[in-house]
């Protein structure tokens, strides 16, 4: 039986492809709802970027992701690298952002740096002529990055910070997700029970028809990786 959020963390161990077998992998703080009786139609959020970790180290994501029944996992990503430049062309103390799908491999749309400050929107949402999901990343409400992947349903979303390697040491600031907003294709009576939260808090779940379901302020305590 599929419990609390099962989707999400049966796709966590593989998560943001980047790793290496051999590579260590944390998880910390989470707002996570899933699995839907339905499927997950669209889903918005604007990611409010915090400082990169310092020092930046490799690698340090925050994403808001979906998994899949295709067992993909839909995630536009902001990531803090070691190498900033080496990676999308960002400074020092800057992040990368894309559109993203972990697909076995981890694709992607274009990579492009953005700020502390900046507010990443991740829109993901169901195509009916192509069956993809179409994902876009926009900074401050301008396109940025594109991405669609012949998924499956989404069947949960769930926000992470996810460290890899040498990351797995340091501390990553507070930040909030706002103006979340998650449609289903069809009511479902059970998904507001399924959510699921760590060292995170809300302003609140809410749905006035079981369908479409709404967060205005997502706040993701500060956290200290030690693995
Ligand atoms: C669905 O995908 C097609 C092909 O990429 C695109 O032309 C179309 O605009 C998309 N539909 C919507 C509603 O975005």
Not at 39 to 65: F, H, N
Not at 159 to 166: G, L, N, R, S, Y
Not at 168 to 181: E, L, R, S
Request: net charge negative; with cysteine; aromatic share 8%.
């Amino acid at each position: 039986m599929l419990g609390p959020s099962s989707v999400f963390f049966a796709t966590l161990a593989a998560i943001l492809g980047f790793a290496h077998g051999e590579d260590t992998i944390g998880f910390g703080p989470y707002f996570s709802l899933g699995p839907t009786q339905s499927w997950i139609r669209e889903a918005t959020t604007t990611l409010v970027l915090p400082k990169v970790p310092s020092p930046q180290e490799e690698r340090l994501a925050l994403w808001p992701g979906m998994g899949t029944s295709g067992g993909d996992l839909i995630q536009a990503l902001a990531v803090s690298f070691e190498s900033p430049s080496a990676n999308c062309g960002a400074s020092a103390g800057q992040w990368c952002t894309w559109a993203s799908t972990l697909q076995g491999v981890q694709l992607g749309g274009k990579q492009v740096p953005a700020s502390a400050g900046d507010r990443l929107t991740m829109h993901y949402v169901y195509n009916d002529s192509t069956g993809k999901y179409d994902q876009t990343v926009s900074i401050n409400g301008n396109v940025v990055s594109t991405l669609s992947t012949s998924s499956g349903h989404a069947e949960g979303w769930g926000t992470a910070v996810e460290c890899q390697v040498d990351a797995c040491t340091g501390t990553v600031a507070a930040h909030q997700y706002v103006d979340t907003v998650i449609t289903l294709n069809a009511a479902d009576s059970t998904f507001a029970r399924t959510l699921a939260i760590n060292e995170a808090s809300s302003s609140g779940l809410t749905t006035s028809d079981n369908k479409v379901f709404k967060v205005s302020t997502i706040n993701i305590q500060s956290h200290t990786f030690n693995i």
